[in-house]
Structures are given as C-alpha cells and as structure tokens.
Nanobody, 125 residues
Framework: VQLQASGGGLVQAGGSLKLTCAAS????????MGWFRQAPGKEREFVAT????????YYADSVKGRFTISRNNTDNTVYLQMNALRPEDTAVYYC???????????????????WGQGTLVTVSS
C-alpha cells in the first residue's frame, strides 16, 4: 500500500495550494479517504474526509468553507484544495485511508488504516 502526497510548499497568507495523494496497492473505491495535519509540537488532527463515492464530505470546523476535498476513483487520487490559507494552517499534511465499512469517529487517528508520508505546507504571514 502506498499513499504518495504531494503539492505542499511555501505560500503567503491568503494564498492557495492544492494537495494531491496518489494511492496504490489497494482497491481505492472500497476506502474512505481523508486528510490530517500535524503542526510542530502538536498532535495530528483531522482536516477532511470523503466517502468512497466522494459524495459525502466532512470537514474540521477550522477549515470549513476554505478547504475542499475531492477524489477521482478512476485515477486513484484524492485532492485537498486549500484556499484563504492562514499561518495556523502550517503543518505536515497526511493522506489517509480506511475501509469504507469501518466504523469509528473520523477524527480519531487510530480509526484509519493506511497513512502516507506527508507533505509540508508553510503559510507565511
């Protein structure tokens, strides 16, 4: 299983970035996909998730209205469009996947099955 995240970088506050996660080694359409982030010295936190179909989306309150998660089940790819970025969005962003039949609260890190290596997003003020 591989989850390869890319698209991170340095951006000014108010700017935009689009993260991409390329998945392989499992049946992508059988998995819910998500994004988490971890800022220096802080715990990993939930950002957004998309159901296996991509129709049901959930966001952390801190990013609602600014970030959009989407997925392409043909290309086995999940995206995170980030707009109106703020310095507090600075973190390593991780792509994650879990079986679509698995229950458990989305914000719980242990409820997810697979994790990517992360991509760093830095927002300057």
């Amino acid at each position: 299983v591989q989850l390869q995240a890319s698209g991170g970088g340095l951006v000014q506050a108010g700017g935009s970035l689009k993260l991409t996660c390329a998945a392989s080694g499992f049946t992508f359409s059988n998995y819910r996909m998500g994004w988490f982030r971890q800022a220096p010295g802080k715990e990993r936190e939930f950002v957004a998730t998309a159901s296996w179909s991509g129709y049901t989306l959930y966001y952390a309150d801190s990013v609602k209205g600014r970030f959009t998660i989407s997925r392409n089940n043909t290309d086995n790819t999940v995206y995170l469009q980030m707009n109106a970025l703020r310095p507090e969005d600075t973190a390593v962003y991780y792509c994650t996947a879990r079986d679509k039949y698995k229950s458990g609260v989305y914000v719980n890190v242990p409820s997810w099955d697979y994790w990517g290596q992360g991509t760093l997003v830095t927002v300057s003020s």
